[in-house]
């Protein structure tokens, strides 16, 4: 049963989601209908710095993501973020803008625009957790992930630091376990949901992605996960792309697929593999799901 209530957002897909991580936007867009939630991708949008860009200068990072949300003030609704770093960089730039009118003057006059700092950015778990409700969620889900045991894996940014994004209990979240219930799965309690994955140090700095995933990996295998699930593309990509690098570094074997969150959410509710781009993941997780007799 498809709920009713209707929802329009203006979306921010952001660059990974056009790029390394197509099947999280497809799942979004794919799952989003599914349940009768509006998407309106913003005009013109651009990268919004990622987590590099304010280590660099922090003008320019502030002045990019004002301008993203400058530009989404185009679109009918609150600003949807489907990428951890994303929904990160904007929340910092509303919070640094509205405490300091120096910072926040420099950056107008760079974008040659008002910053919206009230506007509402959102992250698609707080979307389908509380817009939509877990109840109506719940109601959408034709095909329960019975017998499916979960990691949820939050990161560094979806909660933290502590005064920004506002999207769940700083250290002891349950937002995602609450959303996944809903669908039907069972979630395990682990050490390692909200350690670091190395993020960008995948490129300049391998060796840490490494053994900060390969903790992550072995902490979900040890809770008795059969996958892992993230809202990231950075951390989809240390642990899913280089889960064979790192098995191979410390002579163990996960074969742990790693989903993101629209994928198993749309798994539930009665959505095929190919719209939600399972065919992309490294780690086949097609073994797992039939396995569960949930493809």
Known sequence: MTPKKTLNYAYYPGCSLHASAGEYDLSTRELFKKLNIGLT???????????PAHNVDE????????KNLELAEQVEGDLAVACAACFSRLKTTQH??????????QVEKAIDAPVPLTSNVKHLLDILARDLGLEQLEQAVTKPLAGLKVACYYGCLLTRPTDVPNLDCVEAPTIMEDILKAAGAETVAWSHRME?????????????VIQLSHAI?????EAGADCIMVACPLCHGNLDIRQKEIEGVYNTEYAM??????????LATGLGADKLGLDALIVNPMPLLKEKGLV
Request: charged share 20%; proline share 5%; aromatic share 8%.
């Open 59 to 66: 003008l320019l990072s502030l002045s990019l993501c004002a």
């Open 96 to 105: 640094v803008l509205s405490e300091s009118d120096v910072k926040r003057r």
């Open 217 to 221: 990996l072995d902490s979900a295998k």
């Open 41 to 51: 991708e913003v005009p013109d949008w651009f990268c919004c710095g990622a987590t």
């Open 257 to 266: 697929p790693v989903f993101y969150i629209t994928q198993l959410v749309g």
């Open 196 to 208: 670091c994955c190395g993020a960008n140090f995948t490129l300049s700095r391998p060796g840490v």
